[in-house]
T-cell receptor, first 113, second 111 residues
Framework: KAGVTQTPRYLIKTRGQQVTLSCSPI?????VSWYQQTPGQGLQFLFEYFSETQRNKGNFPGRFSGRQFSNSRSEMNVSTLELGDSALYLCASGRTGDNSPLHFGNGTRLTVT | DAKTTQPNSMESNEEEPVHLPCNHSTISGTDYIHWYRQLPSQGPEYVIHGLTSNVNNRMASLAIAEDRKSSTLILHRATLRDAAVYYCILRVPYNFNKFYFGSGTKLNVKP
């Protein structure tokens, strides 16, 4: 069974630009969550999508947005990039309604210059 | 957010057992205790979870205190590959898959 796939693996952008990151969940998983990881703040929850609807949201500005498609694949978008957005962005997929574990991808490393 | 407290770092010798503690004094009756670990340059990886009873799987054991205010992840024989940051997380039912990770415990395994 293929794991969670995130693309691209690395990305370099300039301040003010926007970026789109992609996540393909494990087949059959309908929940996709996004996390931001930085050395200073650790792992922070961005949002979760389930059946194309945002089900949960963290404390991030509106520049961070996401969506989920009918095949459960998800994208997150960051507009008007700031230097502080440089981070590892992790996607996790899971089932719902039980305590089955989350499965994480290896992330997209975003560097904003 | 449901908070947990873990030591910043721990050290172990290879082939010896490791006990990683976690305090979660504000846990509620329906919160599950989950453990994940993150190896360098990888995303977090599920280790084990439990509610009230102790749990075992091929990776580790989870010992949960009777009052559920603390738990301990037990690696029976640490290997170099177990060097990672270990996160203890409370899974709050109404939060679905929203996890609060905290700072975790960085485990160093010495050969």
């Amino acid at each position: 069974k293929a794991g969670v796939t995130q693309t691209p693996r690395y990305l370099i952008k300039t301040r003010g630009q926007q970026v789109t990151l992609s996540c393909s969940p494990i087949s059959g998983h309908r929940s996709v969550s996004w996390y931001q990881q930085t050395p200073g703040q650790g792992l922070q929850f961005l949002f979760e999508y389930f059946s194309e609807t945002q089900r949960n949201k963290g404390n991030f500005p509106g520049r961070f947005s996401g969506r989920q498609f009918s095949n459960s694949r998800s994208e997150m978008n960051v507009s008007t990039l700031e230097l502080g957005d440089s981070a590892l962005y992790l996607c996790a997929s899971g089932r719902t309604g039980d305590n089955s574990p989350l499965h994480f991808g290896n992330g997209t490393r975003l560097t904003v210059t | 957010d449901a908070k947990t407290t873990q030591p910043n770092s721990m050290e172990s010798n290879e082939e010896e057992p490791v006990h990683l503690p976690c305090n979660h004094s504000t846990i509620s009756g329906t919160d599950y205790i989950h453990w994940y670990r993150q190896l360098p340059s990888q995303g977090p990886e599920y280790v084990i979870h439990g509610l009230t009873s102790n749990v075992n799987n091929r990776m580790a054991s989870l010992a949960i205190a009777e009052d559920r205010k603390s738990s301990t992840l037990i690696l029976h024989r640490a290997t170099l590959r177990d060097a990672a940051v270990y996160y203890c997380i409370l899974r709050v039912p109404y939060n679905f898959n929203k996890f609060y990770f905290g700072s975790g415990t960085k485990l160093n395994v010495k050969p």
